[in-house]
């Protein structure tokens, strides 16, 4: 995994900071109440103390204060119990909720979508959403711990007041402190190296209780298979952290022993001064009150300190993200492309390969697409038309070569400028669970509440027969979301992504990565045909480039420029004759195989 990187904030601010952020009242109310709420308990203990002495002396007026001041502190701690856990949930739902929005803001931060492919980075996100709940329970562990912390403040004066040399019992809690600190750490380190493995479980999980593939799984009779692999990668991932577990055992344990040598020794201390007449009854009852509760304050000390430990390893894994999209964010550039081609779009010797791989998926690729063209890019399965449809569109950057816009080079530009500039539709198309309005107006934000525009972007993304069927129009609510949502076919969700992709009129590139994937051949050919024509008419505006991949090369026809793709390299360029008029070309080749399968 990536290292991480000099942290130039401290995680403990930064997880308190979600939690201020979320409900400052009551986090500041968790941190009043049960950072003071411990101390109620030794005044009890005290007071405790004045009621035997006092008993002893017959001092009726002392025992009666006492008493009285008991019953006042216990309603106190009692009564305001319940407000204070009703404070200190709002504060963790609340910070739960912030944690969330945080976290897919800084993913949403990454320019393009090559960090979200890098192993490492997806190994710190894959923890983070399991380690989440911490996130939200910073303010809550923080004041736990500055209770014990009073708590033991509290406690160490009182037992110095009484015997000074029993103030070594609370160092003997320091060895078990440092070796709960230290799992936690070695803990954090095994989750770490456990995230790969976890991914995959996660990811089989996803797939076998998905209803998307729940057809597939019985009919193939997959299931049991998927349930054994992800039983393995579960149980794997898990080893990896219970190994660590079971060998910070020891140290833990030795730590403790050497607490409760320590513990008995002083009991056998109090009862010897006791004997001796060197202190009175009270005094040994609390003593023996506060060595005993001791062994209680260390047991929650150990379990808050190890609960806040998990809290700020999870918080340094957001920093470690926070400041990896800052540096993400300012090594793109800063330029603002204009609203017209006048040129067009270069490539230059651009190559690609995947992050963590060596394996180059594009290498050696020059290519000039003019501007105001329709470009169809072919090619076999895997043979790299989709990584190039990604590297125009901003969303990786070459690892070799460059792309240039009207001469400015694209990596000057501004990714969220250029993205502004482009529309797009692709096969992994997403299924917005929104209104029809919002699903379609999502491709303009400015204008998704625009019914005029919505409305033709949906009749220019051959939806219309789509949308004129649904009980509430555009306001009809898609996907199974909602107890009233409509669930669309897989060719209909597809309708409504290209609907999406036209919400932008003249846009400066117009992707198409296998638009029409998931509709009926019959409609294909046609639909698509119709959406290419349509789109040159709009794009002439800004004299924009329409780039479409398809696997109906009779479509190619309409294109002014084919790209023929194989192996990662630019094998022909040219129009459909052109193409064709090559015997040997795999343009040709591809073209005649599928129209004899076709036929």
Same mark, same amino acid.
């Given at each position: ?132 709940? &911490? ?15 009073? $708590? ?31 799992? &936690?750490?070695?803990? +954090? ?9 976890? $991914? ?94 001791? !062994? ?31 540096? @993400?964010?300012? %090594? ?13 779009? $270069? ?68 990714? %969220?400028?250029? &993205? ?14 929104? !209104?029809?309005?919002? /699903?379609?107006? @999502? ?5 998704? %509440? ?32 909602? *107890?009233?949502?409509?669930?669309? !076919? ?11 992709? $036209? ?21 294909? +050919?046609?639909?698509? /045909? ?29 294109? *002014? ?39």
């Amino acid at each position: 995994m990536t290292p991480m990187p000099a942290r130039r904030r401290s995680p403990l601010r930064a997880s308190i900071a979600l939690s201020l952020e979320a409900d400052r009242r009551a986090t500041l109310f968790t941190f009043l109440t049960f950072g003071l709420r411990p101390t109620v308990l030794i005044l009890v203990f005290y007071l405790v103390k004045v009621i035997v002495d006092a008993a002893v002396a017959h001092d009726t007026a002392t025992l009666t204060a006492a008493v009285t001041g008991i019953a006042l502190a216990s309603a106190l701690a009692v009564g305001s119990v319940a407000y204070s856990i009703e404070q200190s949930v709002r504060m963790i739902e609340g910070t739960a909720a912030v944690a969330d929005r945080r976290l897919m803001t800084l993913i949403g931060r990454l320019p393009g979508v090559s960090h979200l492919e890098d192993p490492a980075v997806r190994d710190q996100i894959e923890v983070l959403r399991q380690e989440r709940v &911490h996130l939200s329970e910073g303010g809550d562990a923080l004041s736990l711990v500055l209770g014990a912390t009073v $708590r033991a403040l509290f406690t160490g004066v009182i037992l110095a007041m009484i015997q000074p040399v029993l103030l070594l019992l609370p160092l003997l809690a320091v060895p078990p402190l440092l070796a709960t600190r230290r799992a &936690h750490r070695r803990r +954090d380190e095994a989750v770490g190296r456990a995230a790969g493995t976890a $991914r995959l479980a996660r990811h089989l999980l996803a797939v076998g209780s998905s209803p998307a593939a729940a057809k597939e799984l019985r009919l193939s009779g997959l299931g049991p298979q998927l349930r054994a692999r992800h039983a393995a990668a579960a149980e794997e991932a898990d080893r990896t952290v219970t190994r660590t577990v079971w060998s910070n055992l020891v140290a833990t344990s030795a730590a403790s022993t050497l607490f409760a040598v320590g513990y008995c020794a002083a009991l056998f201390l109090v009862l010897y001064r006791f004997d001796q007449g060197q202190v009175s009854l009270g005094d040994v009852v609390l003593t023996l009150a506060l060595v005993t509760s001791v !062994s209680t304050q260390l047991s929650q000390a150990v379990q808050f300190f190890g609960f806040l430990q998990q809290t700020l390893a999870a918080s340094r894994r957001l920093l470690w993200l926070e400041e990896y999209a800052e540096r @993400a964010a300012r %090594d793109g550039g800063g330029a603002v492309p204009a609203a017209r081609l006048t040129d067009g779009v $270069r490539l230059d010797g651009v190559g690609f390969r995947y992050p963590g791989s060596d394996t180059w998926v594009l290498k050696d690729v020059d290519l000039a697409l003019p501007a105001g063209s329709v470009v169809a890019v072919v090619g076999a399965n895997g043979a790299g038309k989709s990584t190039l449809i990604k590297l125009l569109a901003g969303l990786h950057r070459p690892t070799s070569g460059r792309i240039t816009v009207d001469g400015t080079d694209l990596a000057t530009v501004d990714p %969220d400028a250029w &993205h502004l500039r482009t529309s797009a539709c692709f096969q992994d198309f997403s299924r917005l669970e929104f !209104s029809v309005r919002h /699903s379609v107006g @999502a491709g303009s934000l400015p204008h998704a %509440d625009d019914d005029t525009r919505v409305a033709r972007a949906v009749d220019q993304g051959g939806a219309a027969d789509i949308v004129a069927g649904l009980p509430g129009g555009l306001g009809t609510r898609l996907g199974r979301s909602f *107890d009233d949502g409509v669930d669309l !076919s897989g060719g209909e969700w597809q309708r409504v992504a290209l609907a999406r992709a $036209r919400m932008r009129p003249a846009p400066c590139l117009l992707v198409l990565d296998e638009p029409t994937a998931a509709i009926d051949p019959l409609a294909e +050919d046609a639909l698509l /045909s119709a959406y290419v024509t349509a789109a040159r008419q709009t794009v002439a505006q800004a004299r924009g480039i329409t780039l479409f991949a398809s696997h109906r090369l009779s479509t190619a026809r309409l294109a *002014d420029l084919i790209v023929v793709v194989d192996r990662g390299r630019i094998a022909q360029l040219g129009v459909h004759d052109h193409l064709m008029a090559q015997p040997d070309g795999i343009y040709r080749d591809l073209y005649e195989r599928q129209s004899r399968a076709y036929t």
